[in-house]
C-alpha cells in the first residue's frame, strides 16, 4: 500500500496550489492585464524600500483590531445573555435579523454620513457590521452547551467559579476562536471595503488609488501584504482553536502486544 503523506504536508500543497492557479491566471490573461507573483513582489519590494507601504498596512490593522475587538468585547456578552434567556432572544431576533441582512455598504455610508469622514466613523461601522454575527455564534454556542456537565457539577458543589472555569470554559472556547477567526476575516474585508469609499490612508485606499492609475502590480501588492498578516493572526486562532478541542478528541486504545 502507497504511504499517506503526512498530515502537514497538505497545507503546503494547498499553498502550492494557489501559487499555480496565480500563475496560471497570469499565463491564461497575459502578465500586463494579471501581473504574475515576481512582479508584484518586486513592486512591493520597491514600495517598502520607499516607505509607503507599512504606514498604510499599519493603519489598516489598527482599524481592523480596534473594530474586531468591540465586536467580540460587545458580542460575546449579548451572545450569552441571548443563549439564556428565550425572552430577550425574541426580543433581540428582529434586530439581529435586520443586522445580518442589512446591506453593509449602507452601514458604511450612513456612518460617514452621520459621523463623518473621520476614524471614528469607520470603527463604528465594522464594529455594528461585525456585531450581529458575534452575538448569533455566541448565542448557539451558548445553546450548545451539555446540560449533564452542569448536572455533575451541581452534583460535586462546585462553586459558580470552578463551573465557569471546568465546565464552561472549555465547552465555549471553541466556539469563541472559531467566531474570532470569521469576525476578523469579516473585519479585515469591510475595513478595506470603507478605506475605498472614505479614508485617504490604509490599504484600501491605497487599492482605489492604484485603480485609478490602473496599476494592476499596486492592487494586488497591498492585498498580498495584508492577507499574509491576516493569515498568519488567522493561522495563531486556528492553532488555539485545535488546542482548545484536544480534551474532546477521544483516546485511541493501546495496541495489544503478543
Same mark, same amino acid.
Given at each position: 500500500? #502507497? ?23 497570469? *499565463?491564461?490573461?497575459? #502578465? ?10 518586486? !513592486? ?9 507601504? *507599512? ?14 475587538? /468591540?465586536? $467580540? ?28 441582512? /442589512?446591506?453593509? +455598504?449602507? +452601514? ?8 463623518? $469622514?473621520?476614524? *471614528?466613523?469607520? +470603527?463604528?461601522?465594522? @464594529?455594528?457590521? $461585525? %456585531?450581529?454575527?458575534?452575538? &448569533?455564534? &455566541? ?16 452534583? !460535586? ?22 467566531? #474570532? ?11 478595506? !471595503?470603507?478605506? &475605498? ?13 492604484? !485603480? ?15 492577507? %499574509? ?12 482553536? #485545535? ?5 474532546? @478528541? ?9
Amino acid at each position: 500500500m #502507497a504511504r499517506v503523506p503526512d498530515a502537514r504536508l497538505w497545507p503546503v500543497l494547498g499553498g502550492l496550489s494557489l501559487l499555480l492557479g496565480w500563475l496560471g491566471l497570469t *499565463w491564461a490573461l497575459g #502578465a500586463d492585464t494579471f501581473p504574475g507573483p515576481g512582479d508584484t513582489l518586486a !513592486f512591493l519590494g520597491r514600495e517598502a524600500q520607499r516607505g509607503a507601504i *507599512w504606514g498604510h498596512v499599519g493603519i489598516t490593522l489598527w482599524r481592523v483590531l480596534v473594530a474586531f475587538a /468591540l465586536a $467580540l468585547l460587545l458580542g460575546a456578552p449579548l451572545g450569552w445573555w441571548l443563549g439564556h434567556s428565550p425572552r430577550l432572544a425574541a426580543f433581540a431576533a428582529p434586530w439581529l435579523a435586520v443586522g445580518l441582512t /442589512l446591506p453593509r +455598504i449602507l +452601514i458604511l455610508l450612513a456612518a460617514y454620513l452621520i459621523v463623518g $469622514l473621520n476614524e *471614528w466613523a469607520i +470603527i463604528l461601522a465594522i @464594529t455594528l457590521i $461585525l %456585531l450581529p454575527t458575534v452575538a &448569533v455564534q &455566541v448565542r448557539e454556542g451558548v445553546r450548545g452547551l451539555n446540560p449533564r456537565l452542569y448536572e455533575m457539577a451541581s452534583a !460535586f458543589r462546585l462553586s459558580p467559579a470552578a463551573t465557569l472555569r471546568s465546565v464552561t470554559l472549555p465547552q465555549l472556547t471553541p466556539t469563541l476562536l472559531g467566531t #474570532a477567526r470569521v469576525t476578523l476575516s469579516l473585519a479585515w474585508k469591510m475595513v478595506v !471595503f470603507g478605506e &475605498v469609499f472614505g479614508r485617504s490612508s490604509g490599504v484600501g485606499y491605497m487599492i482605489a488609488f492604484y !485603480f485609478q492609475q490602473f496599476e494592476m502590480r499596486g492592487i494586488l501588492a497591498y492585498g498580498l501584504v495584508m492577507t %499574509l498578516v491576516l493569515s498568519a493572526l488567522d493561522g495563531v486562532l486556528a492553532l488555539l482553536s #485545535a488546542r482548545s478541542v484536544a480534551w474532546q @478528541t477521544p483516546a485511541r486504545p493501546a495496541l495489544e502486544t503478543e
